[in-house]
């Protein structure tokens, strides 16, 4: 059986009351998507909060999925209308063959190789190299897969300092990638603190599949403790709001390593941790930087 994908064009305005007048109307599923995607005049939506002033794209894509007896033309003209539109907004049409969206979703996502020694592959796949270090990950809502620029750099950071019996604060900790590959280099007493509850538990349920012992908790719980490397991997605004906290979570002589921020941002953090430690560039990419310092 033939699924049918209508694409609509619309503006920034009706995009979202257009995609939910869809999904009222009996659409399977509808998404918004940027009409310009791949050219030139592509617009990412993403940053530091507040960056976005009006989130969505001028020229917007809507993009429905619907039963394949449905009578396009007037089921759209009715959605535009609820919508707002005066007239019948320009769409177009294809049929989607049926396959097994499962199968389809997991061939999206391949093995991670971060290191020489260090991987990250999803459940459903063999390790490529049975003697790598494997960190088993799915990709899931709390954020921190592998495959961003800021989450390898600070794998990569973790990789090369960690040692076995130190303890690690993973702050900010997602999906507990980090707090999972401290353990299994070795560390012994791993913690991950994020503001999520939802992360949370998804980062308890990623270190039980990978069997490893971490503690994770909400970050309204009270947290103590000193720490041989404390990593955060979060963005530059909420990194320099917290410098105070997460720099005394840093033992004498223990290392911070913090990422999210943009090469041009680098200056600014420096400054806002200069008064608990000296942080410089430990590494970049992509126009992303990972810090790293010393407390003394």
Not at 63 to 69: E, Q
Not at 84 to 105: C, H, M, N, Y
Not at 214 to 224: I, K, P
């Amino acid at each position: 059986m033939a699924w049918l994908s209508l694409s609509i064009r619309t503006d920034c305005q009706h995009a979202e009351v257009l995609a939910d007048a869809l999904l009222d109307a009996g659409a399977l599923a509808a998404s918004i998507e940027d009409a310009a995607a791949g050219t030139t005049d592509e617009q990412p939506q993403f940053g530091e909060p507040g960056s976005v002033s009006r989130p969505g794209w001028e020229r917007s894509l809507v993009v429905a999925l619907l039963k394949p007896d449905t009578d396009v033309r007037p089921f759209l003209a009715s959605c535009a209308g609820r919508a707002g539109l005066a007239t019948l907004p320009d769409f177009t049409l294809e049929e989607i063959a049926e396959q097994d969206w499962v199968k389809l979703t997991q061939s999206q996502f391949e093995p991670i190789r971060v290191s020489a020694r260090l991987w990250i592959v999803p459940s459903w796949h063999e390790a490529p190299d049975p003697q790598a270090i494997v960190l088993v990950l799915d990709p899931g809502m709390a954020f921190g897969t592998g495959s961003h620029p800021t989450t390898r750099l600070c794998l990569e950071w973790l990789e090369r300092s960690v040692r076995p019996g130190m303890s690690v604060l993973d702050y900010g900790c997602g999906s507990g990638i980090l707090a999972i590959a401290a353990a299994r280099l070795g560390a012994t007493d791993v913690v991950g603190v994020d503001i999520d509850p939802q992360a949370v538990t998804s980062a308890r349920n990623n270190a039980e599949s990978n069997r490893v012992s971490a503690r994770f908790q909400d970050s309204a719980c009270q947290l103590t403790g000193l720490f041989d490397r404390v990593v955060a991997n979060i963005l530059a605004n909420p990194l320099k709001v917290l410098a105070p906290a997460i720099s005394a979570h840093v033992r004498p002589g223990g290392s911070l390593a913090l990422s999210g921020i943009l090469v041009e941002q680098t200056e600014e953090l420096i400054a806002a941790y200069a008064p608990f430690l000296r942080l410089a560039v430990a590494d970049a990419r992509d126009g992303w930087v990972c810090l790293a310092g010393v407390r003394e």
